[in-house]
């Protein structure tokens, strides 16, 4: 049975050595289109009911 290359000593930095710098910077422009979008959902949310009140009053 082989070890799994994580636990044994070094394997996460190995792993870590091996990521492309691109692979990286694409995780990076995800997170920040995954906050974005977040956000964007969020105002909206806020939004609506408040423009509906206003309409009302």
Known sequence: ??????TT???AQD???????????????GWFLLLWSLSVASLTAIA???RWLLRSV
Not at 15 to 29: E, I, K, M, N, S
């Open 48 to 50: 609506w009911p408040l």
């Open 15 to 29: 792993r870590a050595a091996r990521v492309p710098q691109r692979a990286l910077g694409l995780r990076r422009l």
């Open 1 to 6: 049975m082989r070890a799994d290359p994580d």
């Open 9 to 11: 000593t070094g394997g």
